[in-house]
């Protein structure tokens, strides 16, 4: 059985743009100023992004199996 796994949450890096980073903190309900820095922006969305994760993980975890 072949298995495709995709990524729940893309990493932000730096080269990310500032409207990227605003979207995310927007989507996540996260306050900012408006007029803040790329760096300032960068760094509060690293700080709270989600654990990394797989869709297929949390299919197996609902369905009451452990992932190794």
């Not at 298995?3 to 900012?32: A, M």
């Not at 994760?53 to 197996?60: F, S």
Request: proline content about 4%.
């Amino acid at each position: 059985m072949l298995l495709i796994t995709v990524l729940i949450w893309r990493d932000y890096l730096p080269e990310s743009g500032q409207s990227c980073n605003k979207n995310f903190l927007e989507n996540h309900n996260i306050p900012f100023r408006a007029d803040a820095l790329h760096q300032e922006l960068f760094a509060l969305a690293s700080s709270n992004k989600p654990e990394k994760g797989y869709r297929v993980d949390n299919i197996i975890n609902a369905a009451g199996h452990t992932v190794l």
